[in-house]
Nanobody
């Protein structure tokens, strides 16, 4: 069983920045794939960014140039650096990882962008 725990959410004004963290209970470099998703009220959960074991990243069009996914293997932690935040980025953000064909989720952290 793998546990993921997010932190770093909160309230920020438009144009501000936040960095989300997700601590993984196992060796993060054993995960084939890690990702961040988000779910806004009344909407489906959407993929925000991915990072595979080779270091390749992908991003949703809406966050390209503003968000950066990364990980620190020594800390078994993945991150989502979010810059130039907009009200449309308001959502619950979830970290996600795959190990041996099983998918794991964190509990989510709320990000609210408003003035």
């Amino acid at each position: 069983q793998v546990h993921l725990m997010e932190s770093g959410g909160g309230w920020v004004q438009p144009g501000g920045s936040l960095r989300l963290s997700c601590v993984v209970s196992t060796s993060i470099n054993s995960l084939a794939y890690v990702a961040w998703y988000r779910q806004a009220p009344g909407k489906e959960r959407d993929l925000v960014a991915t990072l595979n074991s080779s270091g390749h990243t992908t991003y949703a069009d809406s966050v390209v140039g503003r968000f950066t996914i990364s990980r620190d293997d020594a800390k078994n932690t993945m991150y989502l650096q979010m810059n130039s935040l907009q009200p449309a980025d308001t959502a619950v953000y979830y970290c996600n990882g795959w190990l041996r064909y099983v998918e794991y989720w964190g509990q989510g952290t709320q990000v609210t962008v408003s003035s």
